[in-house]
């Protein structure tokens, strides 16, 4: 296979979520918010798949208020003559077009749980090596 590999999109699922979060929360004190995004991939024949698992932390002072985590998978058929590198690929490109997906199911499901929305940042993974 060369070096040099095109990709494009077939579909994006959700295959595990999950949402916790204590029944009082006094939103009148600041809550902080960790995340932790990690990039898995696997290749079958000339289908990619590149897994996106994020999750949040929300924190008042050292208290755990609530946690949600995502794990979504983008699948992406390969084919040959372009520009990026399958390890570039990977790195940088998938998880990009993976983590919208991700921030809408975050945001909702937070909403849903009676938080505010949980935003998460948009992260140029070329300047952010969160692959590592």
């Known amino acids: 296979m ?4 095109s990709y494009k999109l077939s579909q994006i699922t959700l295959l595990n979520s999950s949402f916790k979060r204590e ?40 208290n755990i208020v609530f946690e949600i985590s995502a794990y979504l998978v ?3 058929e ?13 790195k940088y490109n998938a998880p990009a077009i993976i983590l919208p997906f991700a921030r809408e199911h975050i945001s909702n499901i937070s909403l849903k749980g009676g938080l ?13 090596d969160h692959a590592e």
């Open 2 to 5: 060369s070096e040099n590999l």
């Open 23 to 62: 029944e009082t929360i006094n939103f009148d004190d600041e809550i902080r918010n960790f995340v932790n995004i990690e990039i898995d991939d696997t290749q079958e024949g000339l289908n990619l798949s590149v897994g996106l698992n994020v999750s949040i932390t929300g924190k008042i002072d050292e």
């Open 74 to 76: 983008g699948v992406f």
């Open 78 to 90: 390969v084919s040959e003559n372009v520009e990026i590198s399958h390890a570039t690929f990977i």
């Open 116 to 128: 505010t929305p949980v935003l998460l940042p948009i992260i140029n993974f070329s300047q952010n």
